[in-house]
């Protein structure tokens, strides 16, 4: 078992910035691609941003690309997600994922999944 706490969420006026971070404990994080998901009320959830497993490479959500940055430490086992020009459509419930077979943008793919942390970014 993996299990993933993200923290870092909070309240943040539109072209803010905040820091979110996803700490995993049980198994070795770094045989996992990690993942980012956000899901607002009434939609789906949908991919942000990945990164490998060295964290060597990355892939963006064309809606976030420029402004939010994927990384991991490995060392920590810990991944973030550096959100930069917020804008009130990035509001939502953020989570952090492990995929274990493949580097997938599709929820439905990732193994392990944390409780969510919520972004609310204001006008």
């Known amino acids: 078992q993996l299990q993933l706490v993200e923290s870092g969420g909070g309240l943040v006026q539109a072209g803010g910035s905040l820091r979110l971070s996803c700490a995993a404990s049980?198994?070795?994080?770094?045989?996992?691609?990690m993942g980012w998901f956000r899901q607002a009320p009434g939609k789906e959830r949908e991919f942000v941003a990945s990164?490998?497993?060295?964290?060597?490479?990355?892939r963006y959500a064309d809606s976030v690309k420029g402004r939010f940055t994927i990384s991991r430490d490995n060392v920590k086992k810990t991944v973030y997600l550096q959100m930069n020009s917020l804008k009130p459509e990035d509001t939502a419930v953020y989570y952090c994922?492990?995929?274990?077979?493949?580097?997938?943008?599709?929820?439905?793919?990732?193994?392990?999944w944390g409780q969510g942390t919520q972004v609310t970014v204001s006008a």
């Open positions: 049980g198994r070795t994080s770094s045989t996992y691609v």
């Open positions: 990164i490998s497993r060295s964290g060597g490479s990355t």
């Open positions: 994922a492990a995929d274990h077979g493949g580097w997938s943008s599709f929820p439905y793919e990732y193994d392990y």
